[in-house]
T-cell receptor, first 115, second 114 residues
């Protein structure tokens, strides 16, 4: 049972345009969400996070939006740059009393930014 | 420099052999995790440890074993019981398990079983 889903395996955008990566989740106990970026043969690096008490968090060119009613979040990259080409993973977890810090990851979306 | 190291980067083993993957962190983090990544799939949790001398199974623990004798180290053994051991293995750590502290990842070890 995939609790975190990234339904688009790949996305291609032109340099300078907006990249929008989507993520859906099914577990209503999730209340903290993260995006990681991963280059081939390297470990993921943390990009941005959002708590369920917010619906938007911004950090430079990266903005994450959270729609709790739809159980959907998205990562916007504006403007996209060729160096943003990587695999992006959405992850979620619950900060509740039984939380063990276990992150649940989506399958990843490969972003290609064309010069 | 603080961080997580995994060694080796690439590892080759014959089928039926046990192999141990190293993970060391100097971030003074309490919690450590092992994930596996397969092509087209997200990261799946194998084992995690919230404190020294304690660890719990993740979602795909069968065929794997771990130990946590020191705070800095969390080695993963891939046993011969693991049916599909060829994968990219990632170790991570966070300051406090259960908090919103970010998990930081090592560079990974690609294991190929011949």
């Amino acid at each position: 049972d995939q609790q975190v889903k990234q339904n688009s395996p790949s996305l291609s955008v032109q340099e300078g345009r907006i990249s929008i990566l989507n993520c859906d989740y099914t577990n209503s106990m999730f209340d903290y969400f993260l995006w990681y970026k991963k280059y081939p043969a390297e470990g993921p690096t943390f990009l941005i996070s959002i708590s369920s008490i917010k619906d938007k968090n911004e950090d430079g060119r990266f903005t994450v939006f959270l729609n709790k009613s739809a159980k959907h979040l998205s990562l916007h990259i504006v403007p996209s740059q060729p160096g943003d080409s990587a695999v992006y993973f959405c992850a979620a977890f619950s900060t509740g009393s039984s939380n063990t810090g276990k992150l649940i990851f989506g399958q990843g979306t490969t972003l290609q930014v064309k010069p | 420099d603080g961080g997580i190291t995994q060694s080796p980067k690439y590892l080759f083993r014959k089928e039926g052999q046990n192999v141990t993957l190293s993970c060391e962190q100097n971030l003074n983090h309490d919690a450590m995790y092992w994930y596996r990544q397969d092509p087209g799939q997200g990261l799946r949790l194998i084992y995690y440890s919230q404190i020294v001398n304690d660890f719990q199974k993740g979602d795909i623990a069968e065929g794997y074993s771990v130990s946590r004798e020191k705070k800095e180290s969390f080695p993963l053994t891939v046993t011969s019981a693991q049916k599909n051991p060829t994968a990219f293995y990632l170790c991570a750590s966070s300051s406090i398990a259960g908090a919103t502290d970010t998990q930081y990842f090592g560079p990974g070890t690609r294991l190929t079983v011949l």
